[in-house]
């Protein structure tokens, strides 16, 4: 027993703030401004949780979207200290303890109030993508690769938080491109397809007509995706390399000849 500690001396324990701030933002698509809420600390919650006690409490108007606080859904999403999260995946004892706690919409896009945001600019996009499709079945059924099938479930983990999109600098800075960038999240919706070997349909056209070139590679989009999914690597840059292949490498263009490639070209799939 160290000598500043003597038999029944009670060592003082360091159990954290009593209190924490939560800085909200308040308001609607004619503007609006942060509030402060003071809120007891509670051990063991997530930045969600606090939001709930808000609601419960001194702000029952408060508008917050939210469905499974698992993780799961993607519809908690939201701008913690100027980065975009989860908030039922955000434990407050991971945020600066005795700093004031900033929850902001996702800048990206337009608000509905509060801290919720319309991100149907999303599903108007979604709808643009051609379904999957594949080829007569072969005798004796389908058959893929194991890498094929890792490649398909690990585009396939998305949540559609929209976070990537919230990030990416080409829709965030510049609303003028929404007409006409689909952003990161369908950047990997379009190599889902194209690279699934069962599948005909070639969307390699759909992808440079949906703003694939303006995309620069700063991984933004992958740094902030909760599911862990490269973006960057394993979607656009390899997409990026099939436009490229399409339209400007006469060599590819001569080895899908040589090879009697079935798949749609660029052009096919655009006009079909």
Request: charged residues 30%; contains cysteine.
């Amino acid at each position: 027993m160290p000598d500043d500690v003597k038999s029944g001396d009670v060592q003082s324990v360091d159990t954290g703030p009593a209190e924490v701030t939560m800085r909200l933002w308040r308001g609607d698509p004619t503007g609006g401004e942060f509030t402060d809420y003071v809120m007891p600390a509670v051990e063991g919650e997530v930045v969600l949780d606090v939001i709930h006690r808000v609601q419960a409490g001194p702000a029952p108007d408060l508008a917050c979207r939210w469905n499974c606080k698992a993780g799961k859904c993607g519809s908690c999403s939201a701008e913690i200290n100027g980065l975009p999260r989860l908030m039922c995946m955000t434990r407050m004892d991971t945020l600066p303890v005795g700093e004031t706690v900033t929850v902001a919409p996702m800048k990206t896009f337009p608000i509905i109030r509060d801290l919720v945001t319309d991100v149907s600019f999303n599903y108007e996009v979604a709808k643009t993508v051609p379904a999957f499709k594949p080829g007569p079945e072969p005798e004796g059924g389908y058959r893929m690769q194991q890498i094929d099938v890792e490649r398909g479930q690990e585009f396939r983990k998305c949540i559609e938080c929209f976070m990537c999109q919230d990030v990416c600098h080409v829709i965030r800075d510049h609303e003028e491109n929404k007409p006409t960038y689909a952003g990161p999240r369908f950047f990997i919706r379009f190599a889902e397809l194209e690279m699934h070997p069962l599948d005909i349909n070639d969307r390699r056209e759909l992808a440079r007509s949906e703003g694939l070139g303006l995309c620069n590679i700063t991984k933004c989009c992958t740094e902030v995706c909760p599911e862990h999914i490269k973006i960057t690597d394993n979607g656009i840059i390899p997409m990026k390399e099939r436009v490229v292949d399409a339209h400007y490498d006469p060599v590819a263009w001569l080895g899908r000849k040589i090879l009697k490639r079935t798949k749609k070209t660029a052009e096919e799939a655009s006009a079909g």
